[in-house]
């Protein structure tokens, strides 16, 4: 580099540097902007159901990336517009899509201050006070859920990282040869039994870690979509015979499709009989298990070896938010924990680095942390039960609409399907089945597409269901009490090809 270069930047001004009064002039304006779009979301569609095509027209998707650059605050306009009015609301209060919340606001500007800060979570000295925050968060956490308060634990991306990371712990620990060492390979086949209503984290968890998703032993379900116990005595016993190595068994704390809370005080007393490592995937419904009239076993948490749980589900975090629970701390660090000669980190504190799967980690605590304190445990648990009593209403109100069938209601997800009048008499018959099935998948691409509501799919027992689920606290009592006439009108216009 030539030295004039290097006279050029002495009091270097970089082209990304803002002044304070551009960052606090341009930051307003952001700020502005979004506070009218959330106070819009309710008259806006829930998703403006556009082609991808569409979208990439409205992006210019095709521009080759820019050689000069442009001022700040046209681009945050741009982006901001493109935005808001290309994207699938999640924070409508008639989205019930999945299990992705609204997010709080406060979450919003957390990310924002979690982003001015720029802390590398991932070491003590890289991030003291951050650190410290998330440490506490996990220990909230736990005590929300009322898991013990001494357990480790670390804020990951989601639901899936926070299973695999319990995944791996629990394979670490369970393992009597070096596995991170010498691979699975190295010992008899690890078998691992959860249900068929698992979320799928489970075969890329197996996947990932080398155990193959043969490793699985898919348990059969109840009729209440609840794992079977006597289905995995039986599955055990056999396996046992066979020579293989059970390690871990998975109950979930509320199913992906239904909502079901698997038997877990049972589980968890199969696991300690056999020594068995017990996850829980409460991904979606530990959160409830502080909230009034849930299922008693949601009580058996407590008692998990491993808990996964979304603070960006039930807690109306900001994506992403998910976080690894595990009873026993040193679990984390044996199954992760490395000491590179690059890293002059300390043992003083914990270096999140050194008991999970990230190495650089942002500041994902902030947000959770500050709506945490925001409603308070007791209107946390106040929200949640509102949440599933108004999934309980839709369930009701379906039940008694003449041209609608409701399946399930679990937590606060409801299921339900269109039936017209014409074949209420004949369900259960092959070929109503067989129409019901097409109908309720074409009323969905419908529902989907309406921008008026949106939901998302089950398969009941063979049958399909419209699936609502309400994570979302700004879903009203009017929105779900004008629900069940809107899926019925449209079911007939469906029916009719209109
Ligand atoms: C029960 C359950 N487990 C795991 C996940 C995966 O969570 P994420 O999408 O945050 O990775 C989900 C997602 O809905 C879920 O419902």
Known sequence: MSSNR?????????????????????????????????ASVRERPVTPAEAPDAVRTALRATQPLPEQGAP????LQNAAELLFDHSLLNGHPRFYGYITSSCAPIGILAELLAAAVNANVGAWK????????????????????????????????????????????????????DVRKQGVAAGPALLVYASRETHTWLQKAVDISGLGTDSIRWID??????????????????????????FLVVGSAGTVSTGAVDPLPALAAFCRERQLWFHVDGAYGAFAAAAPGTPPDLAGLAQADS???????????????????????????????????????GGEATNYYDIGPQNSRGFRALKVWLA??????????????????????????????????????????????????????????????????????????????????FCSNAVVEGRHALRFCIVNFRTATEDIEALPQWIADLGRQTQGGE
């Open 6 to 38: 290097i006279d050029l930047l002495r009091g270097r001004s970089a082209p990304l540097e803002m002044t304070e009064d551009q960052f606090r002039s341009l930051g307003h304006d952001l700020v502005d902007r979004i506070a009218g779009f959330l």
């Open 72 to 75: 700040a605050g046209d681009l």
């Open 126 to 177: 890289l991030s003291p006070m951050a650190t410290e925050i998330e440490a506490q968060t996990i220990r909230w956490l736990a005590e929300f859920i009322g898991y013990p308060a001494g357990c480790g634990g670390l804020l990951v991306s989601g639901g899936n990282m926070a299973n695999l990371t319990c995944f791996l712990a629990a394979r670490a620990a369970k393992t009597d040869w």
């Open 221 to 246: 379900t109840d009729r209440h979509q609840r794992l079977d116990l006597a289905a995995l005595e039986l599955q055990y016993k056999r396996d046992l015979e066979g020579g293989a190595r059970p």
């Open 307 to 345: 808990v996964a749980v979304d603070p960006h589900k039930w807690l109306y975090a900001p994506l992403e938010a998910g976080c690894a629970l595990v009873r026993n701390p040193a679990a984390l660090s044996d199954a992760f924990s490395y000491h590179p000669a690059y890293y002059s980190f």
């Open 372 to 453: 945490l304190q925001q409603a308070g445990a007791a209107q946390y648990r106040a929200m949640i039960g509102d949440d599933i009593a108004l999934a309980r209403h839709l369930f009701e109100l379906a039940s008694e609409h003449p041209e609608l069938e409701a399946f399930t209601h679990n937590l606060s997800i409801t299921t339900l399907r269109y039936v017209p009048r014409a074949l209420r008499e004949s369900t259960g018959s092959e070929q109503t089945e067989v129409e019901l099935n097409r109908l309720n998948q074409e009323l969905l691409a419908r529902i989907e597409s309406s921008g008026h509501a």
